[in-house]
């Protein structure tokens, strides 16, 4: 018998699989399809910058918990697997070109000042320093107000999730993976089995961590945990070599630079159900954005267009913690824009769960059972 079994192998599964085989649990981790396929593969990496001291809600200190977890992570997963995530402290750049944008801008800056996230106002000179392709802007398209953030970092989150499953293969985790189907077998209010193809694993702990799919997972057990799938569209390009390092955002859409010349830029926000198609608007709009701040985002340096499914509540918040009716059942799932970000920090406040302690923050706002109408509700 397994210690833990994880269902689900996105970044938020291997995080917290990496997590309790670190602290010595027998772990094993399944998927329906190939690990580390889905939103965690189609995501950009960033994580915003956070000051964990002084965030007042426990979301914001997950974050804050999450982004220093993620630089020593970075360094232990490089030296138990030799593989890179790509984690850097890129620095991030927030330009405001229309009066609503700057009036938006400003609800953010003052937000950095009141959690004292380090950032400064620069001159276009300074962007033209730091992101040399802007200087070559039109007059007329050139930003009202741009942000400096040195706190901004990212992960390459195909490479950050490579290292996580050889991370945890090194630590013994087992994987079953492109299981035909996934069925959780339980007696009264204990889980005992998760079959996943022909194999029937037996264990004392069980994590649901399958994204926007541990809904209809958790309904073959009358378990309700409303979620909801949001498309995000991403377009990739590639530069001859990295022109320049900080990420850029206007708005609700960003250019993320990777160090070897490829460039991301997202993302649409569409709730359209389970569907991962790429639409013509999207893609034209999104090209669009990014060829107007650097004109080098053209036809000729444009790869290709994506679609990932953001694991999305009603609230905002994640699920994190156990399940009302099955007293070794567990999720961590919801994490809707932030999953890379949060998953160091999910990881290990759900381990902490596990082992009945209490975690460095408090878990209420992420409770499974939180949206669900009292049983006495007439609506
Ligand atoms: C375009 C886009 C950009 C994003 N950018 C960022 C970003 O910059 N920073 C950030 O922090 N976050 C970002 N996100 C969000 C982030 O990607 C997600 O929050 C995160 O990846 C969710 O991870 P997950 O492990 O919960 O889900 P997933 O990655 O969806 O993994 C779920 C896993 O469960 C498996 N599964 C499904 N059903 C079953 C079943 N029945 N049985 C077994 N396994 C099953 C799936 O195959 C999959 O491997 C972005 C997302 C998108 C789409």
Not at 2 to 9: H, K, N, Q, R, S
Not at 160 to 166: N, T
Not at 208 to 216: I, L, R, V
Not at 252 to 275: K, M, N, Q
Request: aromatic content about 8%; some cysteine.
């Amino acid at each position: 018998m397994t210690d833990l079994v994880i269902v689900g192998a996105g970044v938020i599964g291997l995080s917290t699989a990496y997590e309790a085989a670190t602290r010595g649990a027998k772990v094993t981790i399944i998927d329906i399809a190939q690990p580390g396929k889905q939103a965690s593969w189609a995501g950009a990496g960033i994580l915003t910058p956070t000051n964990e001291h002084t965030a007042l809600h426990p979301l914001e200190k997950l974050r804050g918990i999450s982004s220093r977890l993620h630089e020593q992570w970075a360094v232990r997963l490089l030296s138990e697997t030799g593989i890179d995530n790509g984690y850097s402290k890129c620095g991030g750049l927030y330009l405001a070109r229309s009066s609503g944008e700057v009036a938006a801008l400003n609800g953010i800056v003052d937000e950095w000042r009141d959690y004292e996230i380090e950032f400064c106002e620069i001159s276009h000179d300074e962007l033209f320093r730091r992101v040399r392709p802007c200087a070559n802007l039109p007059a007329e398209t050139m930003p009202k107000r741009v942000f400096w953030t040195p706190d901004e970092a990212q992960v390459e989150n195909p490479a950050h999730l490579k290292s996580l499953q050889k991370g945890c293969r090194n630590l013994g985790v087992e994987f079953v993976v492109e299981a035909e189907f996934v069925t959780i077998d339980s007696t009264g209010t204990k889980v005992r089995t998760v079959t996943a193809g022909e194999h029937k694993i037996e264990g004392q702990t069980f994590c649901f961590c399958a994204g926007p799919w541990t809904q209809e997972l958790l309904a073959s057990q009358n378990i309700l945990l409303p979620m909801v799938p949001v498309r995000g569209q991403m377009l990739l390009f590639k530069l001859e070599q990295q022109l320049f390092e900080p990420i850029i955002y206007e708005g609700s859409r960003y250019i993320v630079p990777r160090r070897d010349g490829h460039v991301l830029v997202g993302a649409t926000i569409e709730e359209v159900g389970f569907d991962k198609t790429t639409t013509e608007p999207a893609i034209e709009e999104l090209k669009c954005f990014a060829n107007s701040l650097i004109p080098e985002l053209c036809p000729r340096t444009f790869v290709k267009a994506w679609a990932g499914l953001r694991p999305g509540t009603y609230d905002g918040f994640p699920y994190m913690g156990r399940l009302a009716e099955l007293e070794n059942g567990f999720v961590s799932t919801g994490h809707f824009k932030s999953g890379l970000h949060l998953s160091t920090g999910s990881a290990s406040v759900i381990n902490d769960l596990f082992e009945g302690k209490q975690p460095e923050i408090e878990m209420s706002p992420f409770q499974p059972n939180r949206l669900r109408l009292p049983a006495n509700s007439d609506r």
